[in-house]
């Protein structure tokens, strides 16, 4: 089973800054089956990024996806209010699917 | 527009059954695989089982093997979760999730609302 590592835990940034989350995998993932979801409390996660740098229809394009191998990158380039939530990553390389823990963006 | 609307959720006992049904709408369910993610309360999410288009091929996570038992109806648009045998460590929000087409090894572009398990006596 593939191990995600997602830092920091929680990311404390103010509006307008840049958030940048680690998601870090036991295995490499390739290039093209990563994700990464956002979730508000009390709603269903909603896809961002699906192979690792495509952004999935509706998002902003102040969200965007790097990385390759087992080191990939989340980037909100300015964070709106709207932004302050948990992002988790997820791999689809191999069974079973696993998600990383998740890294919680708060308001500073 | 895609809808995923899960019920069937509710508080059982440990050892008790539960069936969870998730009803599509705004796509060809019958052309796209489906899966279950469950999110216990306060934790991260995990991935429980998927189900391909046709049913033809079906996977379960190692914690709910041999308990859990999905299954579709497309002439109904629906997905179903049969759980039996339920722990408390089955406590969890249930929600039905699809990729963008077929196949297992794909993000999930749609999600339900979620559906609460609460396993407890």
């Known amino acids: 089973e593939i191990v995600l590592t997602q830092s920091p835990g929680t990311l404390s940034l103010s509006p307008g800054e840049r958030a940048t989350l680690s998601c870090r995998a036991s295995?490499?993932?390739?290039?093209?089956?990563l994700a990464w979801y956002q979730q508000k409390p009390g709603q269903a996660p909603r896809l961002l990024i699906y192979?690792?740098?495509s952004r999935a229809t509706g998002i902003p394009d102040r969200f965007s996806g790097s990385g390759s191998g087992t080191d990939f990158t989340l980037t909100i380039s300015r964070l709106e209010p709207e932004d302050f939530a948990v992002y988790y990553c997820?791999?689809?390389?191999?069974?079973?699917?696993?998600f990383g823990a998740g890294t919680k963006v708060v308001i500073k | 527009e895609v809808q995923l609307v899960e019920s069937g959720g509710g508080l059982v006992q440990p050892g008790g059954s539960l069936r969870l049904s998730c009803a599509a709408s705004?796509?060809?369910?019958?052309?796209?695989?489906m899966n279950w993610v469950r999110q216990a309360p306060g934790k991260g999410l995990e991935w429980v089982s998927y189900?391909?288009?046709?049913?033809?091929?079906?996977y379960y996570a190692d914690p709910v093997k041999g308990r859990f038992s999905i299954s579709r109806d497309n002439a109904k648009n629906s997905l179903y979760l049969e759980m039996n045998s339920l722990r408390a460590e089955d406590t969890a929000v249930y929600y039905c999730?699809?990729?963008?087409?077929?196949?297992?090894?794909?993000?999930?572009?749609?999600w339900g609302q979620g559906t609460l398990v609460t396993v407890s006596s």
């Open positions: 999730a699809s990729p963008n087409g077929a196949g297992y090894y794909s993000a999930q572009h749609y």
């Open positions: 189900i391909s288009s046709s049913s033809g091929t079906i």
């Open positions: 192979a690792s740098s």
């Open positions: 705004g796509f060809s369910f019958s052309s796209y695989s």
């Open positions: 295995q490499s993932v390739g290039s093209s089956y």
């Open positions: 997820q791999q689809y390389v191999t069974s079973p699917l696993t």
